[in-house]
T-cell receptor
């Protein structure tokens, strides 16, 4: 069964304490992996798209990496404003309907 | 650019009532999508439209219908609302299927 699993479900960090979020997937024919940030009561906000193993992308304190089985979202020296739920989504196969979202990791950064 | 807009923002329905959720995008995107988001379930695809004039079922299409009115607009209709359809509904659009999807602010629907 095609699946996308995010871990941990929730993560509490102190300001400045770096960490990583994981997104593992079991799909055939990966065509793209997306990371989104979602704040309470709002729609997901796009962060990164990764297309092939070995690819990395960075934006401010965030860095996304991709292997053949998983992706990591590394957060360096987080600030309270980085608190949000981070969603991973995998696009695979030949149909445009083949997009699976993980359940997300809720990140809290305390000052 | 407004991006993806959705109306209404919040709606309360009684069981059996019908309603249409509206979505519009001003990014000249070809593909549009409707998702629902429930606690503990993540985002699930209801219907999508790969291009103007086409629509296809996603993971959870039962109880819903869609219309791709033109390239900009994609509506979702609940013909006879049920409490199980209480959820937050998101519309999204992308240049094409493989490209990044951009989401609207959501519609919060409560069915009593």
């Amino acid at each position: 069964e095609d699946q996308v699993t995010q871990s941990p479900e929730a993560l509490r960090l102190q300001e400045g304490e770096s960490s990583s979020l994981n997104c593992s997937y079991t799909v055939s024919g990966l065509r793209g992996l997306f990371w989104y940030r979602q704040d309470p009561g709002k729609g997901p906000e796009f962060l990164f798209t990764l297309y092939s193993a070995g690819e990395e992308k960075e934006k401010e304190r965030l860095k996304a990496t991709l292997t053949k089985k998983e992706s990591f979202l590394h957060i360096t020296a987080p600030k309270p404003e980085d608190s949000a739920t981070y969603l991973c989504a995998v696009f695979y196969g030949g149909s445009q309907g083949n997009l699976i979202f993980g359940k997300g990791t809720k990140l809290s950064v305390k000052p | 650019n407004a991006g993806v807009t959705q109306t209404p923002k919040f709606q309360v329905l009684k069981t059996g009532q019908s309603m249409t959720l509206q979505c519009a995008q001003d990014m000249n995107h070809n593909s549009m999508y409707w998702y629902r988001q429930d606690p503990g379930m993540g985002l699930r695809l209801i219907y999508y439209s790969a291009s103007e004039g086409t629509t296809d079922k996603g993971e959870v299409p039962n109880g819903y219908n869609v219309s791709r009115l033109n390239k900009r607009e994609f509506s979702l209709r609940l013909e006879s609302a049920a409490p199980s359809q209480t959820s937050v509904y998101f519309c999204a659009s992308s240049v094409s299927g493989r490209e990044t999807q951009y989401f609207g602010p959501g519609t919060r629907l409560l069915v009593l």
